[in-house]
């Protein structure tokens, strides 16, 4: 999945951040491309990929959600599965936690 930023066209050290407008990239919204699409720039933005950009909240919670339909289906045909590093109690509480995000 693609990930972007905002960058500020004249001086390209600034980001977006809905929050606080024009700002150090740290504090910058990340944005995908469905909001890309639909959301209009701020005065001064370009849209900018984020190369090597960290899953979003999205992406995360799929990936603990067919972790945990892997287990489930492993243990309903009776064996337990070997390669998942967490417990279920583990990717329950990692699930809660996402959704609380």
């Given at each position: ?15 977006w ?31 900018r ?53």
């Amino acid at each position: 999945m693609t990930i972007y930023r905002i960058q500020n066209i004249i001086d390209t050290s600034l980001f977006w951040s809905n929050e606080n407008g024009w700002g150090d990239q740290d504090v910058a919204n990340l944005f995908s491309h469905v909001e890309k699409a639909e959301l209009p720039l701020p005065s001064g933005g370009m849209w900018r990929e984020i190369e090597n950009a960290p899953p979003s909240r999205e992406t995360r919670l799929a990936d603990l959600l067919r972790e945990a339909r892997t287990m489930i289906d492993d243990l309903n045909k009776g064996y337990p599965s070997k390669e998942l590093h967490r417990t279920p109690e583990d990717l329950i509480a990692a699930i809660d936690e996402r959704l609380g995000e």
